[in-house]
């Protein structure tokens, strides 16, 4: 009988009958995968943000197609939790979609929570469409909150979006837990976590398989943390690319810790454009990583210049400090398994390395430095070239 209330008491306690629930079916979505329940999400979403008690917008099981959901606060409440059960899934045609730029927005909102479920962009036809080089637009990123505080995306699992994920845009106090990310390793752009001009964001516990970057850090991004990450296929975790324009936010304070790369481009990268800017990185501490057969397990790149434009022959103005490397070991698939190629106007400084091993083909690999100042402690391999 003790045993039976003991179980029991959980469920008691996450018991609360003054929090309204929101069905999306109460308002007209069908399950149906075909009728667009875009409607009936942002009327759910207005019923519960015009609350002012804690709220649940419920989606059951089932195929939810939803065209486009923009969720606007800033709300009466501060407590709202969208519970996915189903899935939602975008329309496959990109001709008009694709142009939007977003899918499913979250603007100005606070103390939102997102659990479960799943998001599928429908991203292959702009894939298709892309490869074939016709003229086609940007696609749509498939989930984006912007302008928000006090943020938990929790269980979430994001399929084939057209552009990016995930992006985390002008936030503060963000946690993504437990996510899960998939997208060919041939999609373009298809980035699976997108942060910039946010702080205080933790990602923690997530699986992402995509063609782009598993995790990309945008201008303006303080106090990011990251945990328990693998990643491959993909372009690895990138700082950057930074320095486009030449007013730009720093990014500082970052951790990378306990990640996984397999079959990756890159591994832990910094990247910044080869022109003039008053942009940074600085305080940013990569530990505990494993590599399997990865590109560039550590590089550092100073000369980004896509298509060759605009950019070359010129220094980056990006200043890189205090960047260190701690327990990184594995394989490359490359002989150069760590460079840092840095600016020759503003040298990477602070650099510090210790306890790494990458192989190559079974061998110690190489390393190759330009305008890298730093340290190396404990064994490194390949051998510091700082």
């Given at each position: 009988?003790?045993?039976?209330?003991?179980?029991?008491?959980?469920?008691?306690?996450?018991?609360?009958?003054?929090?309204?629930?929101?069905?999306?079916?109460?308002?007209?979505?069908k399950?149906?995968?075909?009728s667009?329940?875009?409607?009936?999400?942002i009327?759910?979403?207005?019923a519960?943000?015009?609350?002012?008690?804690?709220?649940?917008?419920?989606?059951?099981?089932?195929t939810?197609?939803?065209?486009?959901?923009?969720?606007?606060?800033?709300?009466?409440?501060?407590?709202?939790?969208?519970?996915?059960?189903?899935?939602?899934?975008?329309?496959?045609?990109?001709?008009?979609?694709?142009?939007?730029?977003?899918?499913?927005?979250?603007?100005?909102?606070?103390?939102?929570?997102?659990?479960?479920?799943?998001?599928?962009?429908?991203?292959g036809?702009?894939?298709?469409?892309?490869?074939?080089?016709h003229n086609?637009?940007?696609?749509?990123?498939?989930?984006?909150?912007?302008?928000?505080n006090?943020?938990?995306?929790?269980?979430?699992?994001?399929v084939?979006?057209?552009?990016?994920?995930?992006?985390?845009?002008?936030?503060?106090?963000?946690?993504?837990q437990?996510v899960?990310?998939?997208?060919?390793?041939?999609?373009?752009?298809?980035?699976?976590?997108?942060?910039?001009m946010?702080?205080?964001?933790?990602?923690?516990?997530?699986?992402?398989?995509?063609?782009?970057?598993?995790?990309?850090?945008?201008?303006?991004?303080?106090?990011?943390?990251?945990?328990?990450?693998?990643?491959?296929?993909?372009?690895g975790?990138?700082i950057?690319?930074l320095?486009?324009?030449?007013?730009?936010?720093?990014?500082?304070?970052?951790?990378?810790?306990?990640?996984?790369?397999?079959?990756?481009?890159?591994?832990?990268?910094?990247?910044?454009?080869?022109?003039?800017?008053?942009?940074?990185?600085?305080?940013?501490?990569f530990?505990?990583?494993?590599?399997?057969?990865?590109?560039?397990?550590?590089?550092?790149?100073?000369?980004?210049?896509?298509?060759?434009r605009?950019?070359?022959?010129?220094?980056s103005?990006?200043?890189?400090?205090?960047?260190?490397?701690?327990?990184i070991?594995?394989?490359?698939?490359?002989?150069?398994?760590?460079?840092?190629?840095?600016?020759?106007?503003?040298?990477?400084s602070g650099?510090?390395?210790?306890?790494?091993?990458?192989?190559?083909e079974?061998?110690?690999?190489?390393s190759?430095?330009?305008?890298?100042?730093?340290?190396?402690?404990?064994?490194?391999?390949?051998?510091?070239?700082?």
């Open positions: 009988m003790a045993l039976f209330i003991l179980l029991l008491l959980p469920l008691f306690l996450h018991f609360n009958p003054t929090v309204a629930t929101f069905d999306i079916t109460s308002f007209g979505a399950s149906n995968g075909q667009d329940s875009a409607q009936p999400l009327q759910a979403w207005e519960a943000c015009s609350s002012s008690s804690p709220s649940t917008i419920y989606i059951p099981t089932g939810f197609l939803v065209s486009q959901a923009r969720l606007l606060g800033p709300c009466k409440s501060n407590k709202i939790t969208v519970q996915i059960d189903g899935t939602l899934i975008s329309r496959s045609d990109y001709s008009e979609f694709g142009r939007k730029g977003d899918w499913i927005v979250f603007d100005h909102v606070e103390g939102v929570s997102v659990y479960g479920g799943s998001i599928d962009g429908s991203g036809s702009l894939w298709a469409c892309k490869a074939n080089g086609c637009p940007d696609g749509a990123t498939s989930l984006t909150f912007s302008n928000s006090d943020i938990l995306i929790s269980g979430l699992t994001s084939n979006s057209e552009l990016y994920h995930i992006v985390i845009d002008g936030c503060q106090g963000v946690t993504l437990g899960k990310i998939s997208a060919p390793g041939n999609s373009p752009n298809t980035d699976g976590i997108h942060v910039q946010s702080t205080d964001v933790t990602v923690r516990g997530a699986s992402i398989k995509t063609g782009d970057d598993c995790i990309s850090v945008g201008p303006g991004t303080a106090n990011l943390w990251i945990e328990q990450v693998s990643c491959g296929p993909g372009h975790i990138s950057g690319s320095g486009k324009e030449y007013q730009e936010k720093g990014v500082r304070n970052v951790t990378v810790r306990t990640t996984m790369f397999v079959g990756t481009e890159n591994g832990l990268r910094i990247k910044t454009w080869g022109r003039p800017s008053d942009s940074f990185v600085k305080g940013v501490a530990e505990h990583s494993i590599m399997q057969n990865v590109q560039h397990p550590i590089i550092i790149d100073q000369n980004y210049c896509p298509d060759e605009g950019c070359p022959d010129q220094n103005g990006v200043k890189i400090s205090q960047v260190s490397y701690n327990d070991q594995g394989s490359s698939a490359t002989e150069i398994a760590m460079s840092f190629t840095c600016s020759s106007s503003n040298p990477c650099i510090e390395l210790q306890d790494v091993k990458l192989t190559y079974g061998k110690i690999a190489a190759s430095c330009k305008n890298a100042i730093g340290t190396a402690s404990g064994l490194v391999q390949p051998p510091s070239c700082l």
